[in-house]
């Protein structure tokens, strides 16, 4: 039989650890629930980077269509009718599509995988919650039965 002091011990011994344990497993949870907002913002920033560069893609389209167009007129072409003038720029504007839709897809890609990864994050954050209170609710019932036998 154990003395009062000990008893006490005991109890506040396996409170201390039980809190120890829920504490160490909020703490995974919400740097998991940081590590998917982060992943979020990359998915976000991902799609604007995406915008951006489909834009770019559109604005040297441009340039170089006004270019061919100043060289083919320079070079006495009748831009309006010429058949191999229009073959030509129509492929360019094939070109373009092509390149902007190819992008798009890789970017929506890149977003599923960034969503993708956001939940297995915070679902591991949830999962690491959840194991850390059974160990806390262990650990009282093993300190409790500790006690029960001490007394």
């Keep these: 039989m154990f003395d009062p002091i000990t008893l006490g011990l005991m109890v506040v011994s396996t409170g201390l650890?039980?809190?120890?344990?829920r504490d160490a497993g909020?703490?995974?949870?919400?740097q998991s629930k940081l590590n998917a907002?982060?992943?979020?913002?990359?998915?976000?920033?991902?799609?604007?980077?995406?915008?951006?560069?489909?834009?770019?893609?559109r604005e040297e389209y441009d340039i170089a269509s006004k270019s061919n167009y100043a060289q083919f007129a320079a070079s006495g072409r009748d831009i309006g009718s010429d058949m191999s003038?229009?073959?030509?720029?129509?492929k360019q504007k094939e070109t373009l599509g092509e390149d902007i839709r190819r992008g798009d897809v890789q970017a929506q890609l890149e977003r599923n995988r960034g969503d993708e990864a956001a939940g297995a994050e915070r679902a591991s954050g949830r999962?690491?919650?959840?194991?850390?209170?059974i160990n806390a609710a262990s650990t009282v019932i093993g300190g409790g039965l500790?006690?029960?036998k001490a007394r």
């Design 127 to 133: 999962n690491v919650r959840r194991a850390s209170l």
């Design 146 to 148: 500790d006690i029960y």
């Design 26 to 30: 909020k703490s995974s949870e919400e």
């Design 37 to 57: 907002f982060r992943m979020e913002t990359e998915t976000i920033l991902g799609k604007v980077q995406a915008s951006q560069e489909a834009m770019a893609r």
């Design 17 to 21: 650890q039980a809190k120890a344990q």
């Design 85 to 90: 003038v229009k073959a030509f720029m129509d």
